[in-house]
């Protein structure tokens, strides 16, 4: 019966020591968060169930050389953030003027283009907190502006694909990538 004692105690003893051994000390979570994660690297998230809130990649054709655009992590990152019940702090006449600036990079025309879209897109990203060490997911936002040559106006050359522009521009007016591509 002591035996049984015994043993009911200290088995006891030791399923509480258990818990208590896997907190984490504050130290440890510093070390952790200094420490490069795999995870902690990549800041889009993604998963089956937030699947397209990836960024796009738009690819595009001016005089049949092939470009890709896209938004860079930091130019989201830096980003204001942005709720649709606030107001834009961008707004689509100086996106616009933006986008011809860009696109004025690669041909000489750019000012007679027309805007043939803009796209208010979202994507979802981690952002880390250094003082409480926690990952909070938010959404950031950017623009996509679609523009094109003036309708019935031919590509150069005899091009083979149609002309068109694509750029991305995050909210406070920071141009995203855009370079050629090269055909796989």
């Known amino acids: 019966m002591q035996r049984i004692k015994l043993l009911l105690i200290l088995g006891g003893a030791t399923l509480c020591a258990v818990p208590l051994s896997a907190q984490t000390s504050p130290a440890e979570k510093l070390e952790r968060g200094l420490r490069p994660h795999p995870q902690a690297q990549r800041q889009f998230t993604a998963g089956p169930s937030d699947a397209g809130l990836r960024p796009e990649i738009r690819v595009f054709y001016i005089k049949n050389v092939q470009y890709s655009a896209r938004i860079s992590e930091a130019a989201l990152l830096s980003s204001p953030d942005w709720t649709p019940t606030k107001r834009l702090p961008l707004d689509f006449a100086k996106a616009e003027t933006i ?3 860009e696109l004025g990079k690669l041909v000489a025309d750019a000012s007679t283009w027309e805007v043939t879209g803009f796209h208010l897109k979202s994507v979802g990203v981690s952002v880390g907190d250094p003082d409480t060490l926690k990952v909070s997911r938010t959404l950031k936002w950017y623009f996509q502006v679609e523009m094109r040559p003036p309708s019935g106006q031919r590509s150069e050359g005899g091009a083979h694909q149609p002309d068109s522009f694509w750029v991305f521009i995050d909210l406070s007016g920071q141009v995203g990538v855009i370079q050629t591509r090269r055909e796989p």
């Open 99 to 101: 986008a011809h600036k």
